[in-house]
Antibody, heavy 120, light 112 residues
Framework: QVQLQESGPGLVKPSQTLSLTCTVS??????????WSWIRQHPGKGLEWIGY???????YYNPSLKSRVTISVDTSKNQFSLKLSSVTAADTAVYYC????????????WGQGTLVTVSS | QTVVTQEPSFSVSPGGTVTLTCGLS?????????PSWYQQTPGQAPRTLIY???TRSSGVPDRFSGSILGNKAALTITGAQADDESDYYC????????????FGGGTKLTVL
């Protein structure tokens, strides 16, 4: 059973960079066939795809966030990470990591989510 | 900009049948978009229900089904139960377009 777990600071100051890591267990990021994804949900709002990465390092981002987002992968640690720069209060959200299956084109496993608040 | 549309809210009586839809602001949804559906209850991560239009995820009861109805993807719940009261999100895979993955705005389903 694949499990994903987000970790990182729950509070980030405005203009700084939000950094989160997702640790994958029960399966290898390097196995192929999946993109490793970040999704966020503003309080009381819907879900928003941020972007995803393949184990080889290929990335695809939501155009609305592309200028501020970097997703990277560390196959040796079976982790992938999100960096979102120049954050404002509008970036306050629950951030989820998830696995996107290339076969079937869908999210099949999700982390539990972590709340990140942007505030001074 | 591609917008994926869903009904903001819907209600169904216990035991009843409800169909939620997922459309595009411009154009029609087809199987080529690999529509998928997710259920989310407050404070919880989303749960995958349906993928590739009509394939149920492991462990999902068969009262949940997916299809294409007209120019939209659809999620039908037959014999609704109280614990089906949740938010439901569709996702379309846009492929090599501007944004690979787009979420719909979600439908809040009330069972009463």
């Amino acid at each position: 059973q694949v499990q994903l777990q987000e970790s990182g600071p729950g509070l980030v100051k405005p203009s700084q960079t939000l950094s989160l890591t997702c640790t994958v267990s029960g399966g290898s990021i390097s196995s192929g066939g999946y993109y490793w994804s970040w999704i966020r949900q503003h309080p009381g709002k819907g879900l928003e795809w941020i972007g995803y990465i393949y184990y080889s390092g290929s990335t695809y981002y939501n155009p609305s966030l592309k200028s501020r987002v970097t997703i990277s992968v560390d196959t040796s640690k079976n982790q992938f990470s999100l960096k979102l720069s120049s954050v404002t209060a509008a970036d306050t959200a629950v951030y989820y990591c998830a696995r996107w299956g290339i076969f079937g084109s869908h999210f099949d496993y999700w982390g539990q989510g972590t709340l990140v608040t942007v505030s001074s | 900009q591609t917008v994926v549309t869903q009904e903001p809210s819907f209600s169904v009586s216990p035991g009843g049948t409800v169909t939620l839809t997922c459309g595009l602001s411009s154009g029609s949804v087809s199987t080529s978009y690999y529509p998928s559906w997710y259920q989310q209850t407050p404070g919880q991560a989303p749960r995958t229900l349906i993928y590739s239009t009509n394939t149920r995820s492991s462990g999902v009861p068969d009262r949940f089904s997916g299809s294409i109805l007209g120019n939209k993807a659809a999620l039908t719940i037959t014999g609704a139960q109280a614990d089906d009261e949740s938010d439901y999100y569709c996702v379309l895979y846009m492929g090599s377009g501007i944004s690979h993955v787009v979420f719909g705005g979600g439908t809040k389903l009330t069972v009463l």
